[in-house]
């Protein structure tokens, strides 16, 4: 499983080093989104900076988004879809092999994310720790939940559109704790900021572990 | 030796559509089939319930000695399946591309190489992504990922088309070796001309089901009849 | 037998009902804060019940049934997507209800607080469950699909349930499945709203079932379809001998309607 | 021109009567769209309730980039793109019936985040007219920016994520101006709402000219 | 009167590699020309060169009268390609594709219902979205854009492949009557034996370029040929 995990995650990230589609697509859309946020609220600078955390974390989810189509796009070929399947490698490989790719895309997504909103909206954090825990169990949840609803998806002709419809009201609790825990992490209050993690950290769990068990049937349909 | 693929009365469905609608047939290991057919006979719909990615709904059917319908994943990674589109990732060379399925079948490295020369991918054709290859390179690539693999049974659908005459015969040995190493070879084809010269047994089929098998000629004889006929072809 | 079962449900559902509508609006007494509007406590609360736990704890359990491979059958498909469907509709019930009461009680339509947010997600998680059903793909196919989908969304309904402890907000907390699981509401009030649970359960339950019926219906259309679409396969073939007996009747619509 | 783009229209549309996708994907993702905002920027209803006409635009953004996206999905095989541009049909026409094809998507899906917007947020109009005039000539605009964007990415494989980025940024004038349309409506700011129309009015007039003129170069390069 | 495609010295890109690298070629209309070669040769790019999809980038570029290198889309409506995969929406049906195309290019829709009957394409076949049918079936209903749009040139990227013996004697018998109603063909091939006997010209290509140019059997001499042909294939 891990050798196949691997495999996987090192395709998909050398299709990503070549056509680099996360560095010069997927991060300047994040930023933009991030600008975009700031027109629709309108000025008022205190304002933003409490939305700060909100908007960060709603700019990763339809980063999320972007970075699994993407993923998927890689095989949305008939012929290759049933090359992966014939295959041989386990699922779970292809599964953790996935997310692996995916996560590791999120982080670089969020590392320019992170300056833009100190940089945009002025916020300053008090406990980078808890901001930086919060984040890498994020990626997890949100990398496992998006790569599950991205093979659900992607046989099929519609996935354009399926796609967000199904991933982001399952992502939406990171979106929540994640928000939660920035404030906190801005503000210094650590324990409320804490008591997020533990909403995070479940979820990630959770959706690893189901990944790992139901991508075996779900490749199947595919 | 138990056959390689064993079919009785399979009925197997793309979407809601029979498309095999009772199927009988028997592959030993070391045979090669050719499957032949009017458009829609169900000869491609044949060649993915062999491979596991259609679900047989009906009947018996009996591949590598794994029930299809019980078990469709175990056979998958033991068969290999030239399909009408090669299943090539575009951005990756036609070299990365075989070296993939070779480590994922947990293969040494080492064989992708030969496989690469063998289907004359050398030079530039080696470094360009698979997606800016020709038809009959994109072929050429997705044969060679079948040669790294060396399968146990092998499903070519259509192989001689796209492929110039001298692939074409590459081809004919390739599936003359196969078999030749224990592999069954199930293949695919309109043209009669080109395939039965390989058979041991051609079988016909229409409406998705098989309405005539006839003996081929038997392999000792071919290796003449195969110079011919990529003699007739170049 | 199924249809005997249906209406006998039905039967009882709509008594049930009818009682506590009776008993909510013209026996039990308007209480001391909320007056009248109390009334609605005889629905929301088990509309809520009934989408939350027995529409999508159903959709999940037949999901990992039909999953499990020693009982995968297109039964508990068939039985997810009628829960589903139904879930959803007592969703959209539950957040209507809770609208009307949000109204008069809180002055507005809705907040944004982790129970409504959470509700309101449950109820798109699951119509993105119904697009993917629509989806055209074979049986087999789309029940996995399916499946995995409804267990992958059943992960917000503790979500819901637990919003209200999670994030101290307006919504009312546990008032009857409270975790020392005390009554908090008294005497008739209280009978009625257990009617009510009683009620909107029996309503679920024939709902299910007519649902289910009519997933069967289609099905066998469908594998009427399938017959024909055979024949005309067969007849392909263009003269050749009728086919082997075995073939003619096929497990698939032979074991599992 | 206007029988190639009937024609165009009809295809598209057909297709989507066919598949569902903006009935069962896009509007249900639009609602979605607007109840995370919600849940990203917390209670507070006041702030909400002056922040629902910039939402409300934002969801339509990223509806229109879905159905953008699934408008050229539609031509996503290479052979269907050669297709049209071998099919004899006038560029322009292709870029008219794309667009009204898109368009009429993005009514329905306006209706029902407006009436999302209302019961959500708590929003009264004071001059429903206007918000109206706002949103058709947005919608025009938005359709024709979209879709002169959607063939810019089209044949790319990249479309999923190049896209979004291009669209974005140019209709962010139709975020703004919307919302800022939208606010007089609500207060009944007449006025000043009525001089938002200026930036809508002009922003879709010159997206369908740029269409019509420069759909033929672009459908050459795909 | 004056040539339907002529080439001199063209070179044409694909992507950044010279697919084409100075090919002289010319076409009378009412002529059959096939193009041989091995794989990556140049057949698929010199086909969409000619029909405005590739630009030329340096020579002499004439289709139809119309010079490529200034105004390629005066080209597109007026030539018909049959690329190697199928150009339809899957979504739509066979029926609903072909009146796509003929209604686009502004002809009454009686000419849809004969061109699916001409390429068999009828019964559940024509109410089939065109993603769901086998990969002969989509070649056939391609096809059948072509014949119903009868455009002043054919370009036919391998025609043969995927057709079954019936559709292959069809489509013989489409080319003949193209060429003797004064249209222009263009047909790539690796079957020599089955394109040849259609052709007026032979031309071999290899490495982007014309190697070599012969002269094929005369077309009045072709109908018994084709007759011998298609049944050597049946
Ligand atoms: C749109 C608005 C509302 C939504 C979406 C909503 C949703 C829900 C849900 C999902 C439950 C079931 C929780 C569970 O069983 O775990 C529930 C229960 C309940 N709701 Fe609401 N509700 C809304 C408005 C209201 C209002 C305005 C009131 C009263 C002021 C109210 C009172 C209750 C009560 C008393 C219960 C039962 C509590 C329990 O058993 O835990 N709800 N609601
Ligand atoms: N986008 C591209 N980028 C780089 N090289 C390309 C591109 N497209 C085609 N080529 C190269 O151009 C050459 C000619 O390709 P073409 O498809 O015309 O060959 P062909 O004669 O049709 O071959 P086949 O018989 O295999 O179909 C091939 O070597 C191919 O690798
Ligand atoms: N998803 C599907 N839905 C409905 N019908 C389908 C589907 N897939 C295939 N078919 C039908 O099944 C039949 C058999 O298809 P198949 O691709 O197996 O034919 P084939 O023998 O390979 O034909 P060809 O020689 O054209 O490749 C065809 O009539 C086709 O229309
Ligand atoms: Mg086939
Ligand atoms: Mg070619």
Redesign the interface.
């Known amino acids: 499983m891990w050798?196949?995990a691997v495999?996987v995650a090192g395709?998909d990230l050398?299709?990503e080093l070549?056509?680099r589609v996360a560095l010069w697509q997927v991060v300047p859309f994040a930023v933009l989104v991030l600008v975009l946020f700031g027109f629709a609220l309108g000025p008022g600078r205190a304002a933003l900076r409490t939305a700060a955390p909100g908007l960060y974390w709603l700019a990763v989810l339809f980063s999320t988004i972007l970075v699994t189509q993407r993923s998927f796009a890689?095989?949305s070929?008939?012929?290759?879809?049933?090359?992966l399947?014939?295959?041989?490698?386990d699922?779970a490989g292809v599964f953790l092999g996935k997310a692996a790719a995916v996560a590791a895309q999120l982080v670089a997504v969020q590392v320019v994310l992170g300056a833009g909103i100190v940089i945009l909206f002025d916020v300053r954090f008090d406990a980078v720790w808890l901001a930086l825990v919060a984040s890498v169990l994020a990626t997890l949840g949100l990398a496992a939940a998006g790569v599950l609803y991205g093979a659900l998806s992607s046989g099929l002709r519609v996935r354009e559109t399926l796609l967000p419809l199904l991933v982001l009201p399952i992502v939406a609790p990171v979106l929540i704790a994640g928000s939660r825990a920035w404030s906190a992490a801005i503000t210094g209050a650590v324990a409320s900021g804490a008591s997020w993690l533990k909403i995070l950290g479940p979820f990630a769990a959770v959706y690893v572990a189901m990944g790992v068990v139901l991508y075996?049937p779900l490749q199947?349909t595919a | 030796m138990a056959s390689a693929v064993h079919l009785?009365?399979a009925?197997a469905?793309?979407?809601?559509?029979?498309a095999l609608?009772?199927v009988?047939l028997s592959v030993a290991p070391g045979e090669v089939v050719a499957v032949l057919?009017?458009?829609?006979a169900g000869k491609?719909s044949l060649l993915?319930a062999c491979?596991g990615?259609l679900?047989v709904?009906?009947?018996e059917a009996v591949v590598l000695g794994c029930d299809l319908r019980a078990d469709?994943?175990a056979v998958?990674?033991?068969?290999?399946?030239l399909?009408?589109?090669?299943?090539?990732?575009?951005?990756?060379t036609a070299g990365?591309n075989v070296r993939?399925?070779v480590?994922?079948?947990?293969m040494p490295a080492t064989r992708v190489d030969a496989a690469l020369d063998r289907l004359g991918l050398v030079g530039r054709?080696r470094r360009t992504?698979a997606?800016?290859?020709?038809?009959?390179?994109r072929r050429?690539a997705a044969l060679a990922?079948l040669v790294a693999r060396s399968p146990e049974l092998w499903l070519l659908d259509?192989p001689h088309?796209?492929?110039?005459?001298?692939?074409?015969s590459l081809l004919d040995g390739l599936v003359m070796e196969a078999a030749e190493a224990g592999a069954a070879v199930l293949l695919s084809s309109?043209?009669?001309?080109l395939t039965v010269p390989l058979a041991d047994h051609v079988v016909s089929m229409?409406?998705?089901?098989v309405?005539e098998v006839a003996r081929g000629p038997r392999r000792p004889v071919l290796s003449s009849v195969t110079g011919e006929g990529s003699a007739?072809?170049a | 037998m199924t249809a005997r079962l249906t209406r006998w449900t039905g039967l009882a559902a709509l008594v049930t009902t009818a009682l506590t509508v009776w008993l909510g609006l013209w026996v039990t007494p308007p209480a001391k804060v909320q007056g009248t509007l109390v009334r609605l406590l005889y629905i929301h609360p088990p509309v809520a019940w009934v989408a939350l736990y027995c529409a999508f704890g159903l959709a999940a359990l037949s999901s990992v049934l039909y999953l499990w491979r020693r009982t995968r059958s297109l039964f508990w498909d068939r039985l997810g997507a009628a829960a589903v469907e139904v879930g959803v509709v007592f969703t959209a019930l539950t957040l209507v209800t809770g609208s009307l009461w949000g109204r008069p009680t809180w002055g507005v339509w809705w907040t944004w607080t982790a129970r409504l947010t959470s509700t309101a997600l449950l109820l798109v998680l699951f119509l993105g469950y119904m697009a993917l059903r629509r989806v055209?793909?074979?049986?087999?196919?789309r029940a996995r699909r399916c499946a995995v989908a409804a267990i992958v969304a059943f992960v917000d309904v503790p979500i819901v349930s637990f919003s209200v402890d999670w994030w101290q907000t307006l919504h009312q907390r546990g008032t009857v499945l409270n975790p020392g699981l005390t009554l908090k509401v008294h005497g008739s009030m209280a009978w009625t709203m257990g009617l009510g649970f009683l009620a909107m359960t029996l309503v679920f339950v024939w709902m299910v079932l007519v649902r289910y019926r009519l997933e069967v219906l289609a099905d066998r259309v469908?594998d009427e379809?399938?017959e024909v679409?055979?024949s005309e396969?067969?007849?392909?073939?263009?003269g050749?001998p009728s086919?082997?007996a075995?073939?003619q009747a096929?497990?698939?619509w032979g074991g599992r309607r």
Chains 1, 4 share one sequence.
Do not use: C, M
């Open positions: 050798r196949d495999l395709k050398r299709i070549r056509s890689i095989e070929g008939e012929g290759t879809r049933d090359g399947r014939l295959a041989g490698i699922p075996g199947e | 009785r009365s009925v469905l793309a979407g809601r559509f029979p609608s009772g009988d057919g009017p458009n829609g491609t993915r491979a990615l679900p709904t009906s009947g469709r994943a998958r990674r033991r068969v290999g399946l399909g009408h589109d090669a299943s090539l990732y575009d951005e990756l990365e993939f399925a480590r994922a079948a947990g054709l992504p997606g800016r290859l020709s038809a009959g390179q050429r990922v259509e088309a796209g492929l110039d005459a001298s692939a074409r309109h043209e009669p001309n229409a409406g998705g089901r309405t007739s072809v | 055209p793909a074979s049986p087999e196919v469908g379809e399938l679409s055979l396969r067969w007849a392909e073939t263009g050749v086919p082997p075995a073939v096929p497990e698939l």
